[in-house]
């Protein structure tokens, strides 16, 4: 099975960074994927890493350390439209399923 | 460019009654993932298919049934509806199961159970 993590809800000002991180454990591991959902509408694609290091895309960037079992996601320059939640979840070894954590609502404040 | 598309998009039904989801994936996408969404919390794995075959199985009841037809849609059926069914339905697509391919989620249908 997977246990993965993330905190319940973050909260920044606009034009601030803020971090959001994920810790898992599972018994394989076959990527990491971060995805943007507002309240009722579908997940929309954000990132993905499956080796260590840094992925940098335009305001939002993506690390994973594999031997830790943690990745995180940094929002620079926020802006009120990237208030929302914030889902990590990670892809089994066996077959292409996702498990999501339980998302991190992020409160962009004026 | 073409995304998932979802039908219905809202759906209400009363208790033990008998719903059908559909899903038609991103054109030459072959790959179909259905997720249940309770409010509130995150996406759960139901089933998925690839190339018209069941890929693999979460946590779907019973009382449901999927299917991946020989164009790629796929329709969720779902029986005996019970108020604990009331949550929104992602179909996802990729084009094949290779690492790396992300998930094109569509809109959801949003179930209700009365």
């Known amino acids: 099975g997977q246990n993965i993590d993330q905190p319940t809800e973050m909260t920044a000002t606009e034009g601030a960074i803020v971090q959001i991180n994920c810790t898992y454990q599972?018994?394989?591991?076959?990527?990491l994927f971060w995805y943007q959902q507002h309240a009722g509408e579908a997940p929309t694609f954000l990132s993905y890493?499956?080796?260590?290091g840094l992925e940098e895309k335009g305001r939002f960037s993506s690390f994973l350390s594999r031997s830790k079992g943690y990745s995180y996601l940094l929002l620079k320059e926020l802006q009120m439209k990237d208030s929302a939640s914030y889902l990590c979840?990670?892809?089994?070894?066996?077959?292409?399923?996702?498990?999501f954590g339980g998302g991190t609502r992020v409160l962009v404040k004026p | 460019a073409a995304g998932v598309i979802q039908s219905p998009r809202h759906l209400i039904k009363e208790k033990r009654e008998t719903a059908t989801l559909k899903c038609y994936p991103i054109?030459?996408?072959?790959?179909v993932y259905w997720y249940q969404q309770g409010p509130g919390q995150d996406p759960q794995f139901l089933i998925s298919?690839?190339?018209?075959?069941?890929?693999d199985k979460g946590s779907i009841p019973d009382r449901f049934s999927a299917q991946q037809f020989s164009d790629y849609h796929s329709e969720l059926n779902m029986s005996s509806l019970e108020l604990g069914d009331s949550a929104l339905y992602f179909c996802?697509?990729?084009?094949?199961?290779?690492?790396?391919?992300?998930?094109?989620f569509g809109p959801g249908t949003r179930l209700t159970v009365l």
């Open positions: 996802a697509s990729t084009l094949g199961t290779s690492v790396g391919n992300e998930q094109f």
């Open positions: 599972t018994s394989g591991f076959n990527g």
């Open positions: 890493n499956v080796l260590d």
């Open positions: 979840a990670v892809r089994e070894s066996a077959g292409n399923k996702l498990t």
């Open positions: 054109p030459r996408h072959d790959t």
């Open positions: 298919f690839y190339e018209k075959m069941q890929s």
